[in-house]
């Protein structure tokens, strides 16, 4: 039976899913954070620390928001850096980025829906 209520933390949860502590991927399937509706991940990221090669989700949906820190996503047509405390940016499946935090940051991202084997690295990012 699962529990009613659940209490945790998102850092320490995420840790063994390089942040990722809500969707399809935890077990057991009755724990109320094992989500085929969306996925959560809690990302504490060093200056200099980033994706090195271009990636996207196939359905799936993507919002990153900045909880500390300031972030840079890079998109075929666009670069956004987010830069103060709520800052966000939404991006669409089908969409590829690569990122980088520029100085030590911490990112809240939420996907939906959450799917096994959605995301997918595409090619190295153009220098």
């Known amino acids: 039976m699962s529990p009613n209520v659940v209490v945790g933390n998102a850092l320490a949860e995420g840790e063994m899913r390089r ?13 109320p954070r094992s989500l085929s509706h969306l996925e959560m991940k809690w990302a504490v990221h060093k200056a200099g620390e980033g994706r090195p090669e271009w990636a996207t989700n196939t359905e799936a949906t993507t919002l990153s928001i ?12 666009q670069e956004v850096v987010l830069k103060s405390e709520g800052d966000y940016v939404l991006w669409l499946p089908g969409v590829a980025h690569y990122w980088c935090a520029e100085i030590d940051s911490t990112i809240l991202t939420i996907r939906w829906p959450s799917i096994p084997g959605d995301s997918m690295n595409l090619k190295s990012k153009a220098n």
């Open 19 to 31: 942040g990722w502590f809500m969707g399809h991927f935890l077990t057991p399937a009755d724990d």
């Open 66 to 77: 900045l909880i500390s820190g300031r972030f840079r996503i890079q998109f075929p047509d």
